[in-house]
């Protein structure tokens, strides 16, 4: 018998890099998903393009797992993409058992000075947030959204088939990975939170489509992780050495400070681990599960800098050994 498959969109970087190796560590084959890497507006730190990283991935988890991994590119913000993408890849390997949704970008634009504009909500111009929810509306949700349709109906049919040939019908999983930012309030972040907020009914609607085919659907809603999404400068200077901290850098702190239970951010490899375990449970679908060392229990982003500086406070004493 063939290995299950698992196509893992944006799966060139961070969460998703972690999230296609689970599965292919797991013996899955994998489609290792990348978009073209192009996009001008993007400050994410990689040096080289979603095509390159997506192969060397690709040729990592051959080597190390002795799986199939194939390696395809896709703008899912283009209608027909993510409609193709799974097209492309259930040609290729003939079932597809788990896809999950992963590929995101947030809601940074640059302005005409080349600077990273953000504003706050009743200070955004209109041009500007036009911009914005076009970028995010367009990859997080319409993209996300497609993906789904697509997948969906190719396990349906797979569904279908094994019943008419009398065999029993596996278990089959979507997983999209969305956000705690979806309900945590942000006044910078409100476009971001809206695409991934629209997901969420996603979620529940295509589960109940999908239920009778043995197929769940859930969403796991991670907290800030150290990806290279979370690398770019966060406005933010440490006192000590002048230098503007990451934005994960700056969470990290928060968390030290007590802004979520746990007193870090995420590794891709927290997310991955859930990720892979909650497309395994047969009996779990249409849940919005939230995998973020407990920000959501107190919601860091309105005491931001309260948080930071109880941060640099706290770190400062270990410092001294106190
Ligand atoms: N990092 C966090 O703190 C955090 C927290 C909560 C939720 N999330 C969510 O987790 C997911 C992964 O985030 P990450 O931090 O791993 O980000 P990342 O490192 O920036 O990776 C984003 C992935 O999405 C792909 N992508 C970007 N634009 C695309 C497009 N137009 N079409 C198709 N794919 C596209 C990228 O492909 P290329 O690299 O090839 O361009 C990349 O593989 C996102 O949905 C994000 O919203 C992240």
């Given at each position: 018998?063939?290995?299950?498959?698992?196509?893992?969109?944006?799966?060139?970087?961070?969460?998703?890099?972690a999230?296609?190796?689970?599965?292919?560590?797991?013996?899955?084959?994998?489609?290792?998903?990348?978009?073209?890497?192009?996009?001008p507006?993007?400050?994410?730190?990689?040096?080289?393009?979603?095509?390159e990283?997506?192969?060397?991935?690709?040729?990592?988890?051959?080597?190390?797992?002795?799986?199939?991994?194939?390696?395809?590119?896709?703008?899912?913000?283009?209608?027909?993409?993510?409609?193709?993408?799974?097209?492309?890849?259930y040609?290729?390997?003939?079932?597809?058992?788990?896809?999950?949704?992963?590929?995101?970008?947030?809601?940074?634009?640059?302005?005409?000075?080349?600077?990273?504009?953000?504003?706050?909500?009743?200070e955004?111009?209109v041009?500007?947030?036009?911009?914005?929810?076009?970028?995010?509306?367009?990859?997080?949700?319409?993209?996300?959204y497609?993906?789904?349709?697509?997948?969906?109906?190719?396990?349906?049919?797979?569904?279908?088939?094994?019943?008419?040939?009398?065999?029993?019908?596996?278990?089959?999983?979507?997983?999209?990975?969305a956000?705690?930012?979806?309900?945590?309030?942000?006044?910078?972040r409100?476009?971001?939170?809206?695409?991934?907020?629209g997901?969420n009914?996603?979620?529940?609607?295509?589960?109940f489509?999908a239920?009778?085919?043995?197929?769940?659907?859930?969403?796991l809603?991670?907290?800030v992780?150290?990806?290279?999404?979370?690398?770019?400068?966060?406005?933010?200077?440490?006192?000590?050495?002048?230098?503007?901290?990451?934005?994960?850098?700056?969470?990290?702190?928060?968390?030290?400070?007590g802004?979520?239970?746990?007193?870090?951010?995420?590794?891709?490899?927290?997310?991955?681990?859930?990720?892979?375990?909650f497309?395994?449970?047969?009996y779990?679908?249409?849940?919005?599960i939230?995998?973020?060392?407990?920000?959501?229990?107190?919601?860091?982003?309105?005491?931001?800098?309260?948080?930071?500086?109880?941060?640099?406070r706290?770190?400062?004493?270990?410092k001294?050994?106190?």
């Amino acid at each position: 018998m063939s290995r299950p498959v698992c196509l893992v969109s944006g799966s060139s970087s961070g969460i998703g890099t972690a999230v296609v190796a689970a599965f292919a560590a797991n013996g899955y084959d994998v489609v290792v998903h990348y978009n073209s890497g192009s996009d001008p507006s993007d400050p994410r730190a990689h040096k080289s393009s979603g095509e390159e990283r997506a192969a060397a991935v690709a040729n990592k988890l051959r080597t190390e797992h002795g799986v199939e991994a194939l390696s395809l590119g896709a703008d899912l913000s283009q209608p027909e993409a993510p409609f193709d993408l799974v097209d492309r890849a259930y040609a290729h390997f003939g079932r597809l058992d788990t896809v999950v949704s992963n590929s995101g970008v947030t809601n940074y634009v640059r302005g005409a000075d080349g600077q990273i504009a953000r504003y706050r909500f009743t200070e955004t111009p209109v041009d500007h947030l036009e911009q914005e929810l076009d970028r995010v509306l367009s990859v997080n949700l319409k993209g996300a959204y497609r993906l789904c349709q697509r997948a969906l109906k190719r396990m349906i049919e797979q569904a279908e088939n094994e019943r008419r040939a009398g065999q029993e019908v596996p278990h089959r999983s979507f997983l999209f990975i969305a956000t705690v930012s979806d309900v945590a309030p942000d006044s910078t972040r409100i476009p971001y939170g809206v695409s991934k907020a629209g997901l969420n009914h996603v979620v529940l609607g295509a589960a109940f489509d999908a239920g009778q085919h043995n197929i769940t659907v859930n969403a796991l809603r991670p907290g800030v992780v150290e990806t290279p999404l979370t690398s770019r400068p966060s406005g933010i200077v440490d006192p000590e050495t002048d230098q503007q901290y990451t934005v994960a850098e700056t969470y990290g702190l928060m968390a030290e400070g007590g802004s979520q239970a746990l007193p870090r951010i995420g590794q891709p490899e927290d997310i991955a681990g859930a990720a892979f375990a909650f497309t395994q449970i047969p009996y779990m679908t249409g849940q919005l599960i939230a995998v973020d060392g407990g920000f959501t229990l107190i919601n860091g982003f309105p005491n931001r800098e309260l948080f930071l500086q109880e941060g640099m406070r706290r770190r400062q004493e270990r410092k001294r050994g106190d």
